[in-house]
């Protein structure tokens, strides 16, 4: 291949003049890092709620549950972003949309982009969540209800706590998956590590060194969070229970 | 929200599906049959007892599951045309188009996908029947033609199918590379016309529909092939 390669550019100053090449990308990192992270709380949050609510015998819960599922399920990652960044303020008052629009950057990319990672992944949470409680045998319930529980109390102190831990595997590529789409983000205007990536080839042509570099930033950031979550699935692991192995699922 | 202006929808309707909406598909049907092959092949290597075909493949769908798909798109977008000059023996990188780059990186992207899919396909077969192949004195490929794989493949046809699903969602990411597919199509009448809710909420819209309607066909497939079972 004829290609010249030149990895000293990474130590080369960017025009921005903030630093080195390497520098800007580890910058850019911590904007992916500091998105995935936020957007993670909020589907954390709203998963576990939607998901617990998918399992209740409120049957009209469990259908806005999942009406809910469907809808930021089969919407592409990227619409939905436009949805967050164009369309959303929009349809607010006036004053509020404005002052959404005029936020300075990187903040008026940044909140669109947790807001929408966030309630995209909380989706596959609530299915994972879902999965979770449904897996527990029914006598747990059972003896819950026996003891005198309210629904509210079975799920609170017998269901809900055997089922977080349960899920705990698949959760680990669901937080992989968060820092991997956060990269859509760039598509409005968040300069997270894969948008410096491209950035950094527009600059200086060196087109695959700015590639590797971020492959290979991506590789050490998703070898962290495994080892970070094994230890954390370690700690809390239910004594007596095969660790759970994950069915076939499809995924991206 | 006042003056939603349906007009530009329907002025731009041909536009979307006849540009937009082919290419989406077509992409993704070609995604899906070169994946499918090629993920099929990874998983044979991926089971294969000769160590370093083994490792090759899991190196390589373990690369592809860690980073980005967009930044597996900007990777293929630059590479294929040094890779086509090299394979054609041209001194400089040739032009290749985005619908081109773009089947190319999707089916690459989605043959890990699929392996993993198709690996657990065949791990869930009984190991008696691979035996009864070779005792019956059928070679690897022929086992694994005719009696591994196609028990494999009907077992695995709804997750497929989901990953297919998936696959059509995440086709909109050409629109980094300014390809004219259902979105980018879609973007460039926005755009145009400043019409960027109207056009933004339609694409939203027909996304959902088309993906909701196919996951109702997948699960009525999967209760059908859980009563055989």
């Given at each position: ?18 630093g080195?090449?390497?520098h ?9 890092l500091a998105?995935?992270?936020a957007a993670?709380?909020i589907a954390?949050l709203i ?6 609510i998918r399992?209740t015998t ?5 259908r806005a ?15 939905q972003?436009?949805?967050?960044f ?6 607010l008052p006036?004053a509020?949309g404005?002052?959404?629009?005029q936020m300075?950057p990187p903040w ?20 994972q969540?879902?999965?979770g ?7 747990q319930?059972?003896a ?21 831990r ?10 992989m998956n968060i ?5 859509v ?21 060196k087109?695959?060194e700015?590639f590797?570099?971020a ?13 970070l ?21 499809a995924?991206? | 929200?006042?003056g939603?202006d349906?007009?530009v ?5 041909g536009?979307?599906?006849r ?6 598909v077509?992409?993704t049907?070609i995604a899906?049959?070169?994946g499918i092959?090629f993920?099929?092949?990874l998983?044979?290597?991926r089971?294969?007892?000769?160590r ?7 190196a390589y769908?373990?690369?592809m599951?860690?980073?980005p798909?967009v930044l597996?798109?900007?990777w293929?977008?630059f ?6 000059a ?7 990188p040739?032009k290749?188009?985005?619908f081109?780059?773009?089947a190319?990186?999707f089916?690459m ?5 699929y ?6 396909g065949?791990?869930s077969i ?11 004195g059928l070679n690897?490929?022929?086992t694994m033609?005719y009696?591994v ?7 695995m ?7 297919t ?6 086709t909109?990411?050409v ?12 973007a ?9 809710v109207e056009?933004y ?7 959902f529909?088309?993906?909701y ?8 497939l999967q209760d059908?092939?859980?009563?055989i079972?």
């Amino acid at each position: 291949m004829n290609y010249n390669w030149n990895w000293r550019i990474l130590l080369e100053t960017e025009p921005g003049g903030t630093g080195s090449y390497l520098h800007y990308l580890i910058v850019g990192l911590g904007w992916t890092l500091a998105t995935a992270l936020a957007a993670w709380v909020i589907a954390l949050l709203i998963g576990a709620f939607v998901g617990t609510i998918r399992t209740t015998t409120m049957r009209w819960a469990v259908r806005a549950g999942n009406l809910y599922v469907e809808i930021f399920r089969n919407i592409p990652l990227i619409v939905q972003m436009f949805l967050w960044f164009f369309v959303f303020p929009e349809f607010l008052p006036t004053a509020l949309g404005d002052w959404i629009k005029q936020m300075p950057p990187p903040w008026g990319s940044y909140v669109p982009a947790v807001m929408c990672l966030g309630i995209f992944t909380s989706v596959r949470v609530a299915e994972q969540v879902r999965a979770g409680i449904n897996s527990l045998p029914r006598g747990q319930r059972f003896a819950g209800t026996a003891m005198g529980l309210t629904q509210f109390q079975t799920y609170r102190y017998v269901v809900l706590p055997q089922a977080f831990r349960i899920i705990l595997p698949p959760l680990t590529s669901e937080s992989m998956n968060i820092i991997k789409n956060s990269s859509v983000a760039l598509t409005i205007g968040l300069l997270e590590l894969t948008g410096r990536a491209r950035a950094m080839q527009e600059f200086s042509f060196k087109v695959f060194e700015a590639f590797t570099a971020a492959t290979v930033i991506y590789l050490l950031t998703n070898l962290v969070v495994v080892l970070l979550m094994r230890a954390l699935e370690h700690k809390v692991r239910v004594p007596g229970l095969i660790a759970a192995g994950g069915a076939a699922q499809a995924g991206h | 929200m006042e003056g939603f202006d349906f007009d530009v929808i329907e002025r731009s309707l041909g536009y979307l599906f006849r540009e937009g909406m082919t290419f989406t598909v077509t992409l993704t049907l070609i995604a899906m049959t070169g994946g499918i092959v090629f993920g099929t092949l990874l998983a044979m290597m991926r089971l294969s007892s000769f160590r370093p075909l083994s490792m090759l493949a899991g190196a390589y769908v373990d690369l592809m599951r860690s980073i980005p798909l967009v930044l597996v798109i900007f990777w293929f977008f630059f590479l294929v045309p040094y890779i086509g000059a090299w394979i054609l023996r041209e001194a400089n990188p040739i032009k290749v188009g985005a619908f081109y780059s773009a089947a190319i990186t999707f089916t690459m992207f989605e043959a890990a996908y699929y392996c993993e899919i198709m690996r657990a396909g065949i791990q869930s077969i009984a190991r008696g029947q691979v035996w009864s192949g070779y005792a019956l004195g059928l070679n690897y490929w022929q086992t694994m033609g005719y009696i591994v794989l196609p028990q494999a493949f009907r077992n695995m046809v709804p997750v497929l199918l989901t990953q297919t699903i998936i696959l059509f969602q995440d086709t909109s990411l050409v629109y980094v590379i300014s390809a004219t597919d259902f979105l980018g199509a879609a973007a460039k009448v926005a755009n145009r016309d400043y019409r960027l809710v109207e056009m933004y909420s339609f694409v939203a819209v027909v996304y959902f529909v088309i993906s909701y309607s196919m996951s109702l066909v997948v699960k009525r497939l999967q209760d059908r092939i859980a009563i055989i079972r």
